[in-house]
DNA sequence: CTAGGGATAGCC
DNA sequence: GGCTATCCCTAG
């Protein structure tokens, strides 16, 4: 008697990941009214964004024919927010009492090398946080750097002088290459492949 | 409204 | 049946 499952489209859970990025985890609300994403997001309740967010971030790796008989609950290891707290990341918890189920954030990479006070070393993986994020916030023709910055700060901890680095990564993406600039949009070539 | 825990539809 | 993705309930 509950309404029938709708299961999610992948632009649907694009448009989650793009509201996400541009308004913060736990803003369903506001992401359901960005003018953007309403259209496509128009069958979903903010409950619904929230439900499937959960789901999102989780990764379940247990072979389970021997899982404690309680209604099967997941936990959840919600991508870190851009808050108070040093990095827990890359915690790849291993097994907590008797659930065998581990968990770890969607996007998973390492950011070792990052520090909350400052950065010291050269980010080399920086590219490639770059490119995930120009990626998952699949915007149809590219993101502003703004918008770029918005998603990594939700997804990583980067160091207090991030902007500055991400300008300059940025800018040295678009003359390589790597990355296309058009009117301070920057666009993956991946873009323009599908 | 959001966060969580619970319930259930559907898949294998 | 077990299992997950989705849907429902409700405290705060």
């Known amino acids: 008697m509950g309404a029938p499952k709708q299961r999610w489209t992948s632009e649907e859970e694009a448009a989650l990941r793009a509201g996400v990025a541009r308004h913060g985890v736990g803003n369903w609300r506001m992401i359901l009214n960005d003018p953007e994403l309403s259209s496509t997001l128009r069958y ?13 971030n989780v990764i379940v790796t247990s072979s389970s024919t021997r899982d404690r008989g309680r209604t ?41 090398g990052w520090n909350t006070s400052n ?29 770029i910055a918005n998603y990594i700060e939700e997804q990583y901890w980067p160091p207090s002088d991030f902007d500055h680095l991400l300008s300059a990564k940025l800018k040295y993406l678009a003359t390589s290459g790597k990355l296309l600039k058009v009117n301070m949009i920057f666009s993956s070539l991946h873009h323009f492949m599908l």
């Open 72 to 112: 099967s609950t997941r936990r959840t290891r919600a991508a870190p927010k851009n808050n108070d707290q040093l990095l827990a990341m890359s915690t790849i918890t291993s097994e907590v009492d008797d659930e065998i189920v581990d968990v770890k954030p969607i996007v998973s990479m390492s950011v070792e």
């Open 119 to 147: 950065s010291k070393k050269s980010h080399s993986r920086l590219d490639n946080i770059i490119m995930e994020a120009i990626k998952n916030l699949n915007e149809p023709t590219g993101s502003h750097r703004t918008t």
């Open 44 to 56: 979903r309740s903010n409950v619904d964004l929230k439900d499937k967010w959960r789901n999102m």
